[in-house]
């Protein structure tokens, strides 16, 4: 099966967790792969791991939250392939998520934002005329069930119902033009981001979810994939739970 055949797929946060696994899965479905992350190391490791199954990626160093680091991600992708035919909006952080509202510090409010909202709408600023140029193109952007709930420090629901907003509007502005635009929302997934909430919490968390689990990164991935492929041509601003159950208690 080759649902992504010779399609050009922009990650960014392809260094760990969800970008990674869905690097390897556009891979596996014929997709040549743009792994934009950060951090280098973690980066040019996902490469090896995809160019290990024969498949063609490359790496760039990118900022994602610079509007300077994400227009060049994009021009450096078409460079390398010809073209841009999917990108999935995926980078996010999590800040000081224990601390409430009105003592959480405005730093971490604004470096939320930047990285889990501002940049996804600079990704899709730079995508969007790409994809025009090749003639259409479908984006996925990575929200949250905390894009649809509360339950987290305030900056990570903002900024993840952001997202959702962000990916209603620009589907409607680009649908007759052949972009289609949705929004993954995960329940909790086992990624190092994960890993970082303490023993207790992490349960807490895992106890949310009726099917009594956490995500494997793969599974977030292969409903990323399956919204790039034409498989999913009918779906225009949609918000897809990957959530295990969690939003429908
Ligand atoms: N892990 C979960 O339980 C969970 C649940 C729902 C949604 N999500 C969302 O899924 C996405 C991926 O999460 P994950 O768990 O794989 O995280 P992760 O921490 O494993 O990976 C995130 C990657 O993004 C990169 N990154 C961070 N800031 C960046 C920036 N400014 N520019 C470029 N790259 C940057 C990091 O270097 C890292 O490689 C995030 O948007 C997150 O909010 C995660």
Same mark, same amino acid.
């Given at each position: ?43 040019? =490791?996902? !490469? $090896? #791991?995809?160019?290990?199954? *024969? /498949? ?5 160093? &990118?900022?994602?939250?610079? +509007? ?28 000081? =998520?224990? !601390? $409430? #509202?009105?003592?959480?510090? *405005? /730093? ?5 934002? &930047?990285?889990?909202?501002? +940049? ?50 620009? +589907? ?16 909790g997934?086992e990624?190092?981001m994960m890993a970082a909430l303490a023993p207790d919490e992490r349960d807490r968390v895992t106890a949310m ?5 956490l ?35």
């Amino acid at each position: 099966m080759s649902l992504l055949k010779q399609k050009v797929v922009l990650i960014t946060g392809a260094g760990s967790g969800v970008g990674r696994m869905t690097a390897l899965a556009c891979a596996r479905e014929g997709a040549r792969v743009a792994v934009v992350d950060l951090d280098a190391a973690s980066g040019e =490791e996902t !490469v $090896r #791991l995809v160019q290990a199954t *024969e /498949a063609e990626a490359v790496f760039i160093q &990118a900022d994602v939250s610079q +509007a300077e680091e994400m227009e060049a991600a994009v021009r450096r992708t078409v460079a390398a392939f010809g073209r841009l035919d999917c990108a999935f909006n995926n980078a996010g952080i999590v800040l000081d =998520e224990q !601390v $409430r #509202l009105a003592d959480y510090e *405005e /730093a971490a409010w604004n470096k939320t934002l &930047a990285v889990n909202l501002s +940049a996804v709408w600079l990704g899709m600023k730079y995508e969007i005329p790409a994809m025009l140029r090749a003639g259409g193109g479908v984006i996925v952007n990575n929200a949250s069930v905390m894009g649809v709930v509360g339950g987290c420090c305030c900056a990570y629901v903002a900024s993840k119902h952001g997202v959702i907003g962000l990916t209603k509007a620009g +589907a409607l502005e680009y649908a007759k033009e052949g972009i289609r635009i949705n929004a993954v929302c995960p329940g909790g997934i086992e990624t190092p981001m994960m890993a970082a909430l303490a023993p207790d919490e992490r349960d807490r968390v895992t106890a949310m979810h009726p099917i009594g689990r956490l995500a494997k990164a793969e599974e977030i991935a292969e409903t990323v994939v399956w919204l790039c492929s034409d498989r999913a041509s009918f779906l225009c601003g949609s918000i897809v739970m990957v959530d295990g159950g969690y939003t429908i208690q």
